[in-house]
Each structure stands twice: as structure tokens, then as C-alpha cells.
């Protein structure tokens, strides 16, 4: 390969690189739901400036050799312009330009254009065909962004319930368990009914979630796509799907039974009985305060969804669940129950909530880095305070099915 070319395709290279890292800024940015921040800007306005570089190096070299390919192709018709007029002894190699090119003399041969059948005797009998089989050092393998990572960071349960700021290392809910009373006076100065009003204290601690990866120097500046912001935006997203599978655990275990639906497959008269019991034991408890919704796992997906499918008639009890939408985590509803699914649920349940059951608490402490001198090392921590809180188990009420 030509320097010229050489220099082109390093260019090339370094710009498909600084593209990257400007998709993978933007995509960590996208992903966290923020906007770009200075640093990115900045780095994003250095990364252009360079690019533009780049193509300003390029322009020149690119059309010095397209002239220097054009001279060449024209020299080579004047020679043999040349040699055919003077009767020159004919070439011995055959060089095609193209594949169209040899395909056209396959056409004139079969002609009978006896130039185009000479020139095919040459090339067959003379030419030494070159593969990438011949030259493998010299074929580069690309690496194709972003990283393929597989892991569900959505948090259905966690962001419909509405992640409160934690107001400290621990701290209370005042709740009533006993309200005053109202009742008929038995006669005319008779006393009144009297009953005190209790309150209770619901208590809750911070819990600390986080991790940590130490990453090499080396690591850092040779991988592409970056392997730092890769770790980091992987230390997050497990964070989230460990922080929802806690809420699920803790409200599942406070949860009070509902309605099984029965064994065998499921029907929607089944499922229907056990939604509305769950609906009505939730209003007995909190009165109708909050609103209701269901939240299930993906193992119950292919038990509701040939219940509910996405057909139904105008005077069905759902407009059916719709399966291409459950990476959002709200898949439809039923009987106006907003049904949510979440990889953070237990197997063949579903939880019914209303949302004064049931808080969550939350503070992110995001991505904190330190510097190891000593081992050319880099440690990468992401961690947060969460903390599930029980307002009332009896409004949080939690439907079975039986195997």
C-alpha cells in the first residue's frame, strides 16, 4: 500500500474512533435521562475541532491521488494507442481495472473480437491472482459500537411507586392505628361516645447499595469503545436492577394473600375474581387513598397474555395486553388496572398495590474514581442509599398461581 494510502486510511480510522466517542457520550447521557453536561460539551467540541482537522489533512492527499489514478489510466490508453499504431509487439500482462471491465471482454470473446479473446489468454495464462488469503496482516477487524449489553435497567415497580428524597441515616412515618369515634347520643344529656386517636411511628434506615471495578491505565487508553464509560453505565444499570428486586422482596414478604388464581390455564373469569378481591381488600385497608395498580413478572406474561390478547371486543373487561410494548414496563390494563411487568418480581405472582401502601426512598450517590499511582490502576465505585418502606401491608395484596 502507498503511504499516501496508508496516511488516508489512518485518518479514516482515528475519525471513525472520535465518532465513536462522541455517540457513546451522547448515548450515556440519553441512557441517565440528563442533559449533556460542560464536560461533555467540552470534550464533544474538542473531539469536532479534530475531526475537522482530520478532513482538512485528507482533502489534499485524497485529490492528489485521484489525479495521479486518472494519469495513469490515461497514459496506459495513450501506450496502447501507441503500440496498435505502430505495430509494437502486444503486452505480456493483462491488468483489469474492475470486474465490469473483464466481463465486457468475456462478452466481446464470445463475439469473437479476437483483441478481447487475446487479452482473456493473457490474463488467465499470465496473471497472479492476489486474495486477502495472501495479505491477512494487513486487513484490519473493525469494532462495532456500542458494547451489546443485555440487562434491563428499568425500574417499573420503583419509578410507579415515585422514589422520595431520603431525608437521613434513618427516619419515621407517623401512621394511625386508632381513629376517634362518632356514634348517637343514647339519650338527652347522655355522654357522647369518646375514643382516643393513636398514632404510631413507622421506622425506616438507609441502606447502602454499591460496587466497585478497578480498571487498569492501560485498559482505559487502548480499548474502543472506551471500556471506562462502558464499566461505569454497567455499574449502574445493575444497581437499578438489584434496587428494584429489594423493593419487590420487601413488599412481597409484607404483602397480605389475595385470591390464588387456580391451577391448570388460566381463564379470564379466574383472573378477574382475584384482580377485584385484591381491588376491594385494598379499599377496605386504605380507604381509597392512592391509586391501584399490578405489577408481575415476565413468567406470567405467557399466562396473561392468551387471557387478554390485544383483540378484544368494545365490551370486553380489557383492551388486551400488548407484548411489543414490555420493555417499557406497562404492558395494558385490566378492568382499568394498569398491569406493569418487572424482572425484579418473585415467579407465578402478581402484586396489586395502591400507592399510599407502599414508598420507596432514595439517594444516588452515582460514579466516585480514585487514583491508584502505584499500579497504573483506576477504581470505579457506583453506589446509592435506597430503602423500601410498608406504609400498610394490607394495601398491598399479593395474587398466586398455582403450578
Known amino acids: 500500500m502507498r503511504p499516501a494510502d496508508q496516511m488516508l486510511s489512518r485518518y479514516k480510522a482515528e475519525i471513525d474512533e472520535r465518532q ?17 453536561s460542560s464536560q461533555d460539551m467540552e470534550l464533544i467540541g474538542n473531539t469536532k475541532n479534530r475531526i475537522q ?3 482538512s489533512q485528507m482533502d489534499p492527499i485524497a485529490d492528489a491521488s485521484q489525479l495521479a489514478y486518472d494519469s495513469r489510466q490515461k497514459l496506459a490508453e495513450y501506450s496502447k494507442w501507441m503500440q496498435d499504431q505502430n505495430g509494437a509487439e502486444k503486452p505480456k500482462d493483462v491488468e483489469y481495472r474492475s470486474a465490469g471491465h473483464y466481463v465486457m471482454d468475456r462478452w466481446r470473446a464470445g463475439l469473437g473480437q479476437a483483441d478481447a479473446v487475446q487479452r482473456l489468454d493473457i490474463y488467465h495464462r ?25 440487562i434491563d435497567q428499568n425500574r417499573p415497580l420503583v419509578n410507579r411507586l415515585g422514589p422520595r428524597q431520603l431525608p437521613g441515616q434513618t427516619w419515621s412515618r407517623p401512621k394511625v392505628t386508632q381513629h376517634t369515634t362518632i356514634a348517637t347520643q343514647s339519650a338527652e344529656k347522655a355522654e357522647l361516645a369518646s375514643q382516643k386517636m393513636t398514632i404510631t411511628k413507622l421506622t425506616a434506615t438507609a441502606v447502602t447499595w454499591g460496587g466497585y471495578v ?25 444497581y437499578a436492577v438489584q434496587t428494584e428486586a429489594a423493593a419487590f422482596t420487601t413488599f412481597d414478604a409484607a404483602a397480605t394473600a389475595g385470591v390464588a388464581i387456580a391451577t391448570g390455564a388460566a381463564t379470564a373469569a379466574g383472573v378477574m375474581t382475584s384482580l377485584w378481591d385484591a381491588v376491594s381488600k385494598i379499599y377496605s385497608a386504605s380507604k381509597g387513598a392512592g391509586q ?25 373487561v380489557s383492551p388486551g395486553l400488548a407484548a411489543g410494548d414490555f420493555g417499557t414496563g406497562l404492558v395494558g390494563s385490566i378492568s382499568g388496572i394498569p398491569l406493569y411487568v418487572s424482572a425484579g418480581c418473585g415467579t407465578l405472582r402478581i402484586l ?3 400507592t399510599a401502601g407502599a414508598e420507596v426512598y432514595e439517594d444516588r450517590i452515582g460514579s466516585l474514581q480514585v487514583v491508584e499511582p502505584s499500579v497504573l490502576g483506576l477504581q470505579v465505585a ?22
Open 20 to 36: 465513536t466517542l462522541i455517540d457513546t457520550i451522547v448515548e450515556t447521557a440519553q441512557k441517565e435521562q440528563r442533559d449533556l
Open 53 to 55: 482537522e482530520l478532513r
Open 126 to 150: 499470465a496473471a497472479a491472482h492476489q486474495t486477502t488469503a495472501d495479505n491477512a496482516g494487513l486487513i484490519p477487524t473493525p469494532i462495532l459500537g456500542p458494547v451489546v449489553n443485555f
Open 214 to 238: 478497578n480498571v487498569s491505565r492501560q485498559d482505559i487508553d487502548f480499548t474502543q469503545p472506551g471500556i471506562l464509560d462502558t464499566v461505569i453505565n454497567d455499574l449502574a444499570a445493575v
Open 292 to 316: 391501584v395498580f399490578a405489577i408481575t413478572g415476565p413468567d406470567m406474561l405467557p399466562i396473561l397474555g392468551p387471557v387478554f390478547p390485544p383483540y378484544n371486543p368494545q365490551n370486553a
Open 352 to 354: 396489586v398495590f395502591s
Open 382 to 403: 457506583y453506589a446509592g442509599y435506597f430503602s423500601p418502606m410498608v406504609i400498610d401491608g394490607t394495601s398491598i395484596i399479593k395474587i398466586v398461581k398455582t403450578p
